[in-house]
């Protein structure tokens, strides 16, 4: 498959390439051997993995205390 390079240094990934990424965003971009590689990745934007955590608590049912108690009981074991 063919890309051209715009003057603004832009590339569009072909069809039949972005249609098996779906879900793909980002991609991490490297040179190898003159090669241009991209390889996909995921990236987590801050808050969305504390939207996680906390439906996660609200699920198991856990208050507040809980969580002060488990914050305590893991900062006790580093020591």
């Known amino acids: 498959m063919l890309a051209k390079k715009t003057s603004k240094n832009q590339i569009t990934l072909p069809k039949a390439i972005v249609t098996q990424l779906p879900e793909v965003e980002y991609f ?38 809980d969580v002060d108690r488990a914050i305590r009981w893991a900062r006790d074991r580093q020591t």
Not at 29 to 46: A, D, M, Y
Request: hydrophobic share 40%; net charge positive; no cysteine.
């Open 28 to 65: 991490e971009v490297s040179l190898r051997k003159g090669e241009v590689v991209l390889k996909p990745v995921e990236v987590t934007v801050p808050g969305e993995r504390l939207k996680v955590v906390r439906a996660k608590i609200r699920a198991l049912g856990l208050t507040e205390q």
